[in-house]
């Protein structure tokens, strides 16, 4: 692995930087927030899942603050041996910068002038800043493509340690803000841009009715940056023609990330999508704690751990839950999305890089008796107003499919399979959460439960199944 | 088939009857609006798909009322040869009365004192309200659990011919208002109920934990008839046990409609679902023409001409458009629900009679050219802010799977196929409608399209996909 941490503590005492541009370049900045603790509880709210749980009684809480860059990203990949960037305790905040795997699409809108996002994507013929992309054989002697293979494509940021946290545990991720990250090249200032490409791994691919067939097609996007137009629109599209990168070897198609494109090679169609504006949803795609089950694990493939979950309603507000498989739990966080529709059909959402602020709670396995997060063995979404369990098509597929997982699972998933896990998981939740017997359960689902399709685009596909906090608790008239 | 229809012609000039009790004993009721268009026109508002194309040059519209009784429905199946209850032109009002067809899983709370609701499930030794339930053979020679075998159970009101309509022409449909349908018996008086049966052809049925397994449980929700709180909630369970029906067949499981529960042999939980409230969605589960393929078709999968397409979307506001297969169309409605979550995962959902009035608007062939409607050979869906396409595992299963269609379906189904189909007609309506390229029109399905499970348990599965109005037509700043 081309993992090298160097990463300093933060001493306490020190107020949380306000993120200048040169903050990137530093490494981490913490401060102590005396009382907000308290102050999030109260704004998470009462209904919140695991807010009775938690009792934070420390009276000083640290802000981290993780800017990205080529020493704090893995790219392609979760692993347990990945040493942790910092190690925050349970309740403190943590701001993580996270760089969209999509952008040498377009260099000049979404890493010139961003030092962050070139110290990742620098590769001349000696050097990439960051080799390993991807689960694969350094020595590419699978494919050829490259340095891991490709074989996992996002850039995730961490991993972020919490103290304690040990296999069994559960830790609470609270997204608290999201932000898109602004464009670096004057030349855009004030905007901020994503790709969406529509890939080989498309549920579209091998079904279009235009010609050339199983063509590979990227769109730019320009993303409200301000937030007062809260929207997308596209900037223009070109279909992807065969690129050879820096090292000398030749990509028919999109099968390794960050192959600078050559935009003299290919034709720039502008004035598409005309009078079409996409309301944004800032989301990160892939989110979660390293498995236990391997070492160098794959980023496509969701599991049990989360990963990439690919739900756009992972952003702002949300809290996600997630069991810790590994001491320290391992916290990644990449894959930044400014839009995405249930399913992710063409393979890929609007890629954008994003800065996300979480709050991380952890919730030991001794004190989960008896609570709603009892038994939780899967990614569990909250949101304001609901609650949201995710079906995997095989719910921990490197558990189920053994020692060729995490090539089997990429020609075993279906819907079908996805829609079953999720039934079996919202079946747990409310016969858990809410007391409900299966009869109760099982009719409820069918009454008010909406059941959707996430993805199918990520190996093991998934669904998702979402019941309303507003039916629960009514007091009888 | 019993299929008895005398129905009277109504004269034109009455004025539309306010459905007094007794109105369901008549036949029909009409009456003449004058200047209705002008005044719908301008409540279904500007957004509305096919408004620019709906010039209504008639003065006077008529309002024609169909009472639910044993001589307006049909069980179980759609049929190009039954006669109509009465042919409309287009622009015409139609209030169809619905029953659901779990009515007698509580006939206390559902049927006595309904006159409409009597008729129809009469049953004695000699004699059935109404004989054919199903599109199997009439002297049960398959099974043996009755007329029609129970091959289709939803209850449709219907059909009504449009005037001129001729395969190749659309048929708009305009769900203008949907209320529940009051319970008769004065024990209950203004309180409406239905029934939630996870029934062996639900999704959970193989699949459950507690014993003992592969058991059929009816639940009774009672439904907030005024409206004012907007919810339902469960009055008691039971498990399904054998019951005889009177003509002395035994049916182990919920096998054929309408059978009658005989209470003194179940186990009333009451107590159930204590706090929980559902906000209902009344909807029509069950609504579409007749499909040319076959004579008698089984009312349970949805095909290209609707039917039991099972969206809770398709309530009041909303409007559908289905492609007309025979002469006159034939637009039946039942299946009628309180509330359903996506996916209706244990066989049902909150089956309620319900009473809907509906505008119907045909849409000529030869004026379709160059308009959205032009080439939709599917059922579309419109609300107030979204456009909806249905997928089905097979588009048209009747043509697709042969003279075994009917049979064949029910083993062939898959969520998979269901999106594949969900995803060719988004690309076409996108395409059609907003004159985008296919590139385009993938990129926005994968950034904006939001993909769901609509029903598991009809045959032929079901998927949506759901794009908001609000994307498209946006000026150029």
């Known amino acids: 692995m081309n993992h090298d941490h160097d990463h300093k503590a933060c001493s306490d005492g020190e107020l949380p930087a306000k993120a200048p541009d040169t903050g990137r370049r530093q490494f981490l900045q913490c401060g102590t927030l005396a009382g907000a603790a308290a102050a ?22 640290s802000h981290y603050h993780i800017p990205a860059s080529d020493k704090t990203i893995h790219w392609g990949y979760f692993s347990k041996s990945l040493k942790e960037l910092v190690t925050v305790e349970s309740g403190d905040f943590v701001t993580i910068e996270t760089i969209t795997h999509h ?3 377009d260099y000049e809108r979404m890493i010139k002038g961003d030092p962050g996002a070139e110290s990742i994507y620098y590769w001349d013929k000696t050097r990439k800043g960051v080799n390993r992309r991807g689960a694969g054989p350094m020595d590419a002697s699978l494919f050829g493509r490259g340095a891991g293979e490709g074989l996992g494509v996002h850039i995730c940021t961490g991993p972020v340690a919490v103290k304690d946290a040990q296999p069994g545990d559960i830790l609470e991720v609270r997204i608290l803000d999201v932000k ?47 937030g007062e137009r809260n929207c997308a629109k596209a900037v223009y599209n070109f279909r992807w023609v065969p690129q050879t990168d820096p090292s000398g070897v030749l990509h028919k198609t999109i099968d390794y990330p960050g192959v600078p494109v050559d935009h003299s090679l290919v034709q720039e169609n502008f004035g598409i999508l005309k009078n ?14 390293a498995p236990a089950e391997a070492d160098i694990v794959d980023s496509i493939p969701p599991s049990y751990t989360g990963g990439n979950i690919d739900n756009w309603r992972i952003g702002k507000g949300a809290t996600m839950y997630y069991p810790v498989a590994v001491p320290g739990g391992l916290l990644s966080v990449g894959d930044p999305h400014a839009s995405q529709g249930d399913s992710e059909l063409c393979g890929t959402a609007i890629e954008c890089s994003l800065t996300g602020t979480f709050q991380l709670i952890l919730h ?91 993805q199918v685009v990520d190996g093991n596909w998934g669904t998702h199944a979402i019941v309303k906090k ?8």
């Open 180 to 226: 898109l990250r602004p464009c670096a090249n004057p030349k855009y200032k004030g905007k901020s841009f994503g790709s969406n490409a529509a890939a080989w791994w498309g549920f579209h691919y091998k079904d279009m009715i235009e010609e050339p067939k199983e063509r590979e097609v990227i769109t730019i996007y320009e993303v409200d940056a301000a």
């Open 103 to 105: 952008a040498y699409d």
């Open 40 to 61: 999030f509880g109260s704004t998470i709210g009462a209904a919140s899942l695991a807010h009775a749980q938690t009792a934070l009684t420390r009276s000083t809480i």
């Open 276 to 289: 079409v504006r996409v309301p944004i949803r800032p989301h990160f795609g892939t989110m979660g704690l």
């Open 364 to 454: 030991k396995k001794a004190a989960l008796a008896g609570t709603a997060l009892e038994n939780l063995n899967y990614p569990l979404l909250e949101t304001q107003d609901e609650f949201i369990v995710h079906g995997f098509s095989f719910a921990n597929y490197l558990a189920e499919l053994g020692p060729k997982a995490q090539s089997e699972i990429y020609s075993k998933s279906s819907i079908d399979l996805a829609l079953r896990d999720a039934f079996r998981k919202m079946r747990h939740f409310l016969m858990t959460t809410q007391g409900l017997s299966e009869d109760e359960a099982v009719s409820l689902m069918s009454i008010a439960v909406d059941f959707g399709i996430t």
């Open 470 to 477: 507003s039916l629960f608790g009514v007091d009888e008239a």
